[in-house]
């Protein structure tokens, strides 16, 4: 259909006067409109077309007023003048996953990430499902990279120590037509090279997940779907980039960029201006700003919120698998642009519960709403009724970076010959990020030797990083040897998950020099139990202070000006 079409088709539907021009890459639509979701509506019909090209959508929200972008409170020349090959904006899970790949190379790398921790943006705030891909449509890059980020994930996590388990997902079947119409996903699976999908009978998945007998004619059995703590994996690429020559630069945003020709010549930021060979822009939900900055504007993203609910691991009633309700087949014959969530046991065997899906003007938004706390909570409880509303300990929203044509951009870009993109990084975005970080790294590499670079990968380059110690997951007889080879392993700080001291002063300690309250918690849990942090904050708060030589007063929890204590209000002579 022509755009010409589609706009009357929008004015006939919406009421809304679109303006459409169109360039060899996108269709850029303008306008104003007084709601978000009709806005984002449209621009969907765009990208839907069949053009083949991406949509930039300008129309605005009336009486809209965008919050400013939240960036770092310091001003300091520490990058000034300093020449690098890569600079990586963005330390979410595509940033540290490339900029480690990149590692591999004899490469000056530079990270920027805005943020006081890596893992701040939708890395840290999602449901860590690492997907089989069964929802996914053919001759997508989501189904590229996430069909074979998902292989990558046993020997991934194995080098960089972090846990995974691929514990395998069961999708529940409450009739006995969608599980009949289940045999075409079974078929597309096999299609697809996801490996080992089945249906299973009422009998089987009754007997290994009890909690459904009541209402399951059967299941969809995917043993691919796996479970990773995403921050941690964030961290642990940041960590092992590092170890290998990359330069993480926290608190360091991106504010414009300068160009000698048709290419990026200066990266500027908050800490200074530094030059590059080659910018990697992996800013999540700014992914569009960046490009912008560099005059590349040929996608929007639109924010789409997700809220997840975590749950009392003392709670009664909890299931043991990773399970999800199946289409009804009302939604079998919508399309969706969220895969429905479900109940996940995570890595640290909590049960999370989500997420759903809104769109939001705000990038930023991770604020929890009763709404989206009520409805996540009605739907996935559908597949196990014996969950309790009053079970739920906290409660997190994170938000996607999607772009009109709901699929991941992985290209160096066909206007700034040295700006490569990774944007429009949706879900499966933790499970893709494995995959797509090697192309990017490789990309990268290939269009610098093609300027002249002698580019090589390094000998020394060292995939392993190790493994923090996790004491109460060691042996009694391991733990044991631990706490005779250094006593504050044996000192409890966080009584819900039983970290000890010893833990918190390694987290403490991090390669990437992360010093907050949260920081801390990312790495060693300590605050994620059933207090939420309500009595070991204190002493973490000033195990941090102890360890850095810093007065309590300047630890924070997380970005710079978060701090927790003012001042002292009492003193008393010892
Ligand atoms: C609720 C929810 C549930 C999800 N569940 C899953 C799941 O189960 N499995 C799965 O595979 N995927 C899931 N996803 C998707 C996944 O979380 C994302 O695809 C992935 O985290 C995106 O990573 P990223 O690094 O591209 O973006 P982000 O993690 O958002 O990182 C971008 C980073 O760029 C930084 N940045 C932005 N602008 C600048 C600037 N100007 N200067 C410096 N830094 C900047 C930001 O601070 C941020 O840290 C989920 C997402 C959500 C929201």
Not at 308 to 327: F, K, Q, R, V, Y
């Amino acid at each position: 259909m022509s755009i010409e079409k589609i706009a009357a088709k929008v004015e006939k539907r919406y009421g809304v006067r679109v303006g459409v021009c169109q360039d060899d890459r996108s269709i850029i639509l303008s306008g104003e409109c007084n709601d978000w979701n009709t806005i984002v509506a449209i621009g969907k019909m765009f990208a839907d077309a069949g053009t083949g090209k991406h949509v930039v959508n300008k129309i605005t929200l009336a009486g809209y007023v965008e919050k400013a972008e939240r960036l770092p409170a310091i001003r300091d020349g520490a990058l000034d003048n300093t020449d690098w090959d890569v600079v990586v904006i963005g330390g979410g899970i595509s940033g540290c996953a490339v900029a480690r790949e990149l590692s591999r190379y004899n490469l000056r790398i530079l990270l920027c990430e805005k943020h006081s921790d890596v893992a701040r943006g939708a890395s840290g705030a999602n449901d860590g499902m690492v997907h089989a891909g069964i929802d996914l449509k053919h001759r997508c890059n989501k189904l590229r990279y996430g069909v074979a980020g998902n292989a990558m994930y046993g020997d991934i996590c194995r080098e960089l120590g972090v846990e995974f388990n691929r514990c395998g997902q069961y999708v529940i079947f409450t009739s006995k037509l969608i599980k009949f119409l289940a045999k075409s996903t079974v078929k597309r699976a096999r299609k697809h090279g996801i490996p080992g999908v089945t249906i299973i009978g009422k009998k089987q998945i009754c007997e290994i997940e009890p909690r459904v007998k009541d209402f399951a004619v059967g299941a969809l059995y995917v043993p691919s779907t796996g479970v990773v703590s995403p921050y941690k994996l964030t961290i642990a690429y940041a960590e092992n980039a590092v170890q290998n020559g990359v330069k993480v630069s926290l608190d360091t945003a991106v504010l414009g960029m300068k160009k000698d020709g048709d290419k990026v010549s200066e990266v500027i930021t908050n800490r200074g201006t530094v030059t590059a060979k080659c910018v990697v822009n992996c800013a999540g939900v700014f992914a569009d700003e960046i490009a912008q900055m560099a005059d590349d504007e040929y996608f929007t993203i639109h924010p789409r919120k997700g809220t997840d609910l975590l749950m009392d691991t003392n709670a009664s009633g909890l299931p043991t698998h990773c399970i999800s309700m199946g289409p009804t087949l009302k939604s079998a014959t919508h399309s969706s642009s969220t895969k429905g969530g479900g109940i996940i046991i995570t890595v640290d065997d909590n049960v999370l519960i989500g997420p759903d899906a809104i769109e939001v003007p705000d990038r930023e938004d991770t604020s929890t709403v009763q709404s989206s706390i009520d409805s996540v909570f009605q739907r996935q409880s559908a597949c196990c009724p014996s969950l309790r509303k009053n079970e739920i300990i906290a409660y997190f929203a994170g938000v996607r970076a999607p772009t009109y044509e709901e699929d991941f951009i992985i290209e160096r870009s066909a206007k700034v010959p040295n700006l490569v993109h990774v944007a429009g990084i949706q879900s499966p975005g933790i499970t893709a990020a494995p995959a797509f970080a090697k192309d990017v790294a490789q990309i990268t590499a290939e269009y610098l030797a093609s300027c002249g670079a002698d580019v090589q990968l390094k000998p020394d380059f060292d995939p392993v990083r190790k493994a923090p110690v996790c004491a109460k997951k060691l042996s009694d007889a391991d733990r044991d040897k631990l706490i005779r080879s250094d006593p504050d392993f044996g000192k409890i700080i966080c009584r819900c998950e039983q970290v000890s001291l010893g833990e918190i002063k390694q987290a403490i300690n991090n390669p990437l020099g992360v010093h907050t309250v949260d920081g801390v918690k990312r790495r060693v849990r300590a605050g994620m139990g059933r207090c939420q942090g309500g009595f070991c904050m204190p002493l973490v708060t000033q195990t941090i202070a102890n360890q850095t030589g810093v007065e309590v007063s300047d630890v924070t929890k997380d970005d710079i000006g978060s701090n927790i204590a003012v001042g002292k209000i009492k003193e008393c002579n010892r």
